[in-house]
């Protein structure tokens, strides 16, 4: 049986950084995509970014709105991806998610791609 479990989402300032973790168990975690998505109150769950795994030789995709302010990076001998997110802004406020997928190739956008979910950590941003 397969678990993500995210942590690191905080209540934060805009302009604040955060780095949130998702730390997976019981499966080859090298080979897996990893996708990270957030969901808004009152909106829709999005992608915001992703890591392929050995298949898809690490390619790195990245939504618009992620781009220039988040990194996503992979420890495979420590079975854990990362969201690094600086200049944290109110539309960033979020539940995030972190899912993998084991589909061959490189990482997707599609979060029905996606296999196993987390239960999501809380971002908030307030001044």
């Known amino acids: 049986q397969t678990h993500l479990k995210e942590s690191g989402g905080a209540s934060v300032q805009p302009g604040a950084s955060l780095r949130l973790s998702c730390a997976a168990s019981g499966y080859a975690f090298g080979f897996y995509d990893i996708g990270w998505f957030r969901q808004a109150r009152g909106k829709e769950r999005e992608f915001v970014g992703c890591i392929s795994g050995s298949s898809g030789g690490g390619n790195i995709v990245y939504a618009d709105s992620a781009k220039g302010r988040f990194t996503i990076t992979r420890d495979d001998a420590k079975n854990t991806a990362y969201l690094q997110m600086n200049n944290l802004t109110p539309e960033d406020a979020a539940v995030y998610f972190c899912?993998?997928?084991?589909?061959?190739?490189?990482?997707?956008?599609?979060?029905?791609?996606?296999?196993?979910w987390g239960q999501g950590t809380q971002v908030t941003i307030s001044s």
């Open positions: 899912a993998s997928d084991g589909g061959p190739g490189e990482c997707r956008s599609d979060s029905r791609e996606y296999e196993n």
